[in-house]
Each structure stands twice: as structure tokens, then as C-alpha cells.
């Protein structure tokens, strides 16, 4: 067999490459998508550290992946050491996984960093204006917000305060691989990025 079949449809492995990616991208636009929240993995100081994030923008064509997150948060802070991620996306309606693996780049004062912050929602800008940033120790059970914007989002001008905190993690795929639970066997493929985004495939053993 040349193909796997799926809902009706028989994927070849450039077919299930595309696939994936228009996935991921539909996940990207829609926040009610299985996809939308994926998990991030990458090397700290005490080892390997796993985090759900909101995937936030898909680049089909540059093969990148993007989450927003706060410059004073450990992740960013070990990615500068160590700019290798993984991230791990799962469907349970459709028992379909995809795991990817690249290398970060970090956007702060740029004009990546810029637009996304002008398209930001107010209730996203808000998360970043805590005065203590991720993982500060509290003495109580708090969201770190002032006290202002526990229960209402802040003025257009107000959230600029937030800007500094702000920043992009962009992911280079070097990989991909796709695996499908299915009670009468499964299916595994992997994908292996060029410099040019072109890529090599295989079927795997599950």
C-alpha cells in the first residue's frame, strides 16, 4: 500500500505532509481547535521542560511555528542557552498526533515582535502587565495582575505598559512526524526538512 486511508481520502506521503501542515494552520486561526493548544518541550537547567502553550502563527510555506510568551519567563530565558524545541500537537476525536522539532528564534524589539503586539487582543496584552514576571514566588494563590485588571480589561493605553514583557517564539521545523491510532493498526510517518523546505519521507512502524 502507497497510501494511508483517512476519512475517505488515501494520503500518499507528500499528500499527508500537506495535510499536517494545513492542520496546524486551521489550528493556528481557530482557538476552538483540538490542535490549538499544543505542548512545547525544551532543555533547561534541571532538564527537560514541557509547557502548553497557544499556537499562535503557521508560515506553511517557511515551515515555522510561533507562540507568544512573557521575556521574563524561564523558557525564554533557556532558549537563549539552548534554541531547541519540540512541540507536541494531539487530536483525541481523531486519535492523530504530530510531533515537530527545530530551532527557536526570539523576537522582542522587532517588528515581528511589533505587529503581533498591535494585533494582540486587550485581554491577551493584560497578561503581561504584572509588576513580578513568571514564576516569581507569592505568598498567596494570585494571578499577578494588578488588582486593576483582575476582572476588566485595560485601556488600549493602559495595556501598552506590557509591551516590554512581550516577545515571539518563532520555530524552525527541521521535522515532522504524524501518527495515527487506529484499532485495526496504526500508521506512522516522518518527515525531514532542507534548507530549501523541501523534504524527505518515510513510512515508520508505529
Not at 499562535?56 to 525564554?76: C, P, Y
Not at 515581528?112 to 485581554?123: E, P, V
Not at 505568598?139 to 485595560?154: N, Q, R, Y
Amino acid at each position: 500500500m502507497n497510501g494511508v486511508l483517512i476519512e475517505g481520502i488515501t494520503y500518499d506521503l507528500p499528500a499527508l505532509e500537506k495535510d499536517c501542515w494545513l492542520r496546524l494552520l486551521n489550528a493556528s486561526l481557530h482557538y476552538k481547535d483540538p490542535l490549538h493548544n499544543p505542548v512545547v518541550a525544551n532543555v533547561g537547567a534541571q532538564g527537560i521542560n514541557q509547557r502548553t502553550v497557544v499556537l499562535r502563527k503557521v508560515d506553511t510555506e517557511k515551515k515555522q511555528l510561533s507562540f507568544h510568551t512573557d521575556i521574563r519567563s524561564g523558557k525564554w530565558n533557556e532558549l537563549q542557552i539552548n534554541p531547541a524545541v519540540s512541540w507536541l500537537f494531539y487530536n483525541p476525536a481523531g486519535r492523530m498526533q504530530i510531533r515537530l522539532g527545530g530551532t527557536a528564534t526570539l523576537h522582542h524589539q522587532d517588528e515581528l515582535a511589533d505587529a503581533a503586539w498591535q494585533n494582540s487582543t486587550l485581554s491577551s496584552r493584560k497578561i503581561y502587565l504584572g509588576e513580578n514576571g513568571p514564576s516569581s514566588i507569592a505568598a498567596s494563590p494570585v494571578s499577578g495582575l494588578p488588582g486593576a485588571f483582575e476582572s476588566a480589561d485595560p485601556t488600549a493605553a493602559e495595556s501598552e505598559a506590557g509591551r516590554k514583557n512581550f516577545g515571539i517564539v518563532t520555530t524552525k521545523i527541521n521535522w515532522m512526524e504524524w501518527l495515527w491510532l487506529n484499532s485495526k493498526g496504526h500508521r506512522r510517518a516522518s518527515f525531514k526538512y532542507n534548507p530549501d523546505n523541501g523534504f524527505d519521507a518515510t513510512w515508520l512502524i508505529p
